[in-house]
């Protein structure tokens, strides 16, 4: 067992009184030795550790970009000629034209005039589900870039509008796995900026940029 240090000696000079609080002082304390580094099996194991958790990783993120995937399949920005799906529907906008005041309606010429301007929207409406499904013309609106928005119009020629086109109107009622290609028309403004159709299904309705 090894012995405490000698307690301290005072120094020759050191005025006799003081003598006493030498002998009586504690021992100085001796430092730990220091942590010897880490061996090279230490550092590997570290860092193999250190590997396996970052490969654990992986299928994480993996997992999570699908999941986002799917999110953005059923909700966002989409551009003309991307089909959205919104279940059970699918929706792909074909085409979009500004009309002018004047629109041609029937086969005879026939044309009706808008308040402002005519904005025509040609769209595919699929039905994915099992049972025939039900949707309003108000599910499509269209809005500008200051979030004003626009119904479908309502007029009575418009209604013919989509069988002079060769499509088929608005039902709002398709069958199991059936697609209706038909056309959306709108009274807007003539300067209507940053068009977009808003497909509202879902807490987060799709959005169409209506731009080439």
Do not use: H
């Not at 006799?16 to 002998?23: K, M, S, V």
């Not at 250190?50 to 995937?69: D, E, N, R």
């Amino acid at each position: 067992m090894s012995q405490p240090p000698p307690p301290l000696m005072p120094p020759s000079n050191i005025p006799p009184g003081l003598a006493a609080y030498y002998q009586t002082s504690q021992p100085v304390q001796v430092p730990p030795p220091a942590t010897p580094p880490p061996s090279r099996r230490e550092r590997l194991g570290w860092r193999l550790g250190l590997l396996i958790f970052a490969w654990s990783l992986i299928p994480i993120a993996l997992i999570t970009m699908i999941v986002i995937g799917l999110i953005a399949s059923s909700a966002g920005t989409f551009k003309v000629g991307e089909t959205v799906t919104a279940t059970p529907w699918q929706l792909t906008v074909r085409s979009y034209k500004n009309e002018g005041k004047s629109l041609q309606w029937n086969n005879a010429g026939l044309k009706v005039d808008a308040t402002n301007n005519w904005l025509t929207v040609e769209i595919n409406l699929k039905n994915t589900g099992t049972q025939a499904g039900d949707i309003s013309s108000g599910s499509f609106v269209v809005q500008d870039a200051n979030g004003n928005t626009y119904p479908v119009s309502d007029r009575a020629e418009i209604y013919a509008y989509s069988a002079y086109k060769g499509a088929q109107s608005f039902s709002g009622n398709i069958t199991p796995g059936a697609t209706e290609r038909t056309y959306l028309v709108y009274d807007v403004p003539a300067d209507l900026k940053n068009p977009q159709l808003v497909f509202k299904q879902g807490t987060n309705p799709p959005i169409i940029k209506l731009e080439n």
